[in-house]
């Protein structure tokens, strides 16, 4: 099986976008939408249910960011992935192709920092 | 419905389990011909046959995942913050980054593996394998101490 020139720009470029803008995402706070699974809504963009209710009424509406961060990072690596995919062949040599496994580790080294709260209670 | 889910979410687990540790083994330590050990004819396999199963299977999990994670977090999650199970909440919230991270890679993963950049040993092929193997192992290994934590050290 192969797999064309153009199809490994995006490839490589949407792997490398994709780790840079979930963490991004989840450090900024862009999720392109917000689940509540016990009320079965959708709404776009991010937010929190302690920024309209009591905290300590939480419980009765966990809001779920991780679908929204995920569909932001896909969506940016599209854009992103298609446009390497568009660029000429000789622009590919000035990507270094190791930053698609490095920066999905800097990635997560960055998660593991932004989790930290959750060690310190 | 949610425990029929996650016991399927488990079982293509440990298939995607065993092929990513086939296959990360295979990358880095090439067997010779005819292996003798156990560990020889456990790497003894073409890791390229496997990325696509692996592709699959990873996708299927993570699918599986992100429908069972609605009730966790409707059912359990509350219940794990009462008994102040922080340090697992920790653990789970890294596994959601680790394994979305992780999806992002899968394209760049599978053209490594093809023909003809996999011919010519595609540099990037094995650590992006071994990214991919360390998300699973601590997906599979957090999601299953998280499943049994009521029991688990309690």
Known sequence: ?121 | MATALLILHGLVAVALLGAITHQTLAAWTPSSAHPRSFFGRFRAVQPAGYANAIVGLYVGAALLGAIVYLYFKVDVQPNLERDRHWHALGFLDLKEDFVAIGFGLLPAYWVSWRQPFADKRDRTAAPLTTILAFIVWWGFLVGHVTNNIMGFGS
């Not at chain 1, 509540?36 to 779920?64: C, K, N, Q, T, W």
Request: hydrophobic share 60%; aromatic share 18%.
């Open chain 1, 1 to 121: 099986m192969t797999s064309s020139p153009a199809f490994r720009r995006f490839a490589l470029a949407f792997g490398t976008a994709f780790a840079f803008i979930y963490v991004m995402a989840r450090f900024k706070g862009l999720a392109l939408f917000t689940v509540y699974p016990s009320l079965g809504i959708v709404l776009l963009g991010m937010h929190r249910s302690r920024d309209v209710a009591d905290p300590v009424l939480d419980f009765l509406a966990p809001e779920l960011f991780w679908y929204g961060w995920t569909a932001t990072a896909i969506l940016g690596a599209l854009v992103i992935g298609s446009i390497a995919a568009l660029l000429p062949a000789g622009w590919s040599h000035r990507f270094w192709p190791g930053w698609v496994w490095v920066a999905p580790v800097l990635a997560m080294m960055a998660c593991v920092y932004l989790t930290i709260p959750w060690f310190r209670q």
